[in-house]
């Protein structure tokens, strides 16, 4: 389960190599982008790719719940949406973690 409390958000931590992909090719704007989104977890929201996300896997999240370009996809290069916004408020109100819905399996 995804721990995130108001009092205790959490830090970005980055690195320049992962052990996978070649970061000395990476340029200053996938940097950036990475840390964006990095910073979107901070703020209380969850990724809305498929994988992993708090111990449990999950399908990716619908389009109307996160656009393909959206900040917190896996491609790291989109932009920040009306969902991601809400979803942070969503958070501070709560006080708690906000996990985008799953794509539907019909």
């Known amino acids: 389960m995804q721990i995130w409390i108001i009092s205790e958000p959490g830090k970005i931590t980055m690195y ?11 340029s200053i704007m996938d940097f950036k982008n990475t840390a964006a989104h990095e910073f979107g977890h901070v703020l209380g929201i969850g ?3 498929g994988g992993e996300t708090g111990g449990i896997e999950r399908e990716p999240a619908p389009e109307w719940a996160e656009p393909i370009n959206g900040l917190m996809r896996d491609s790291h290069t989109g932009s920040v949406s009306k969902q991601d916004i809400l979803g942070i408020l969503l958070a501070w109100s709560r006080n708690g973690y906000q996990i985008f819905p799953e794509a539907s399996s019909d």
Request: proline fraction near 0%; avoid cysteine.
């Open 16 to 26: 320049s190599h992962f052990g996978w992909g070649d970061y000395s090719k990476r």
């Open 47 to 49: 990724d809305a790719y």
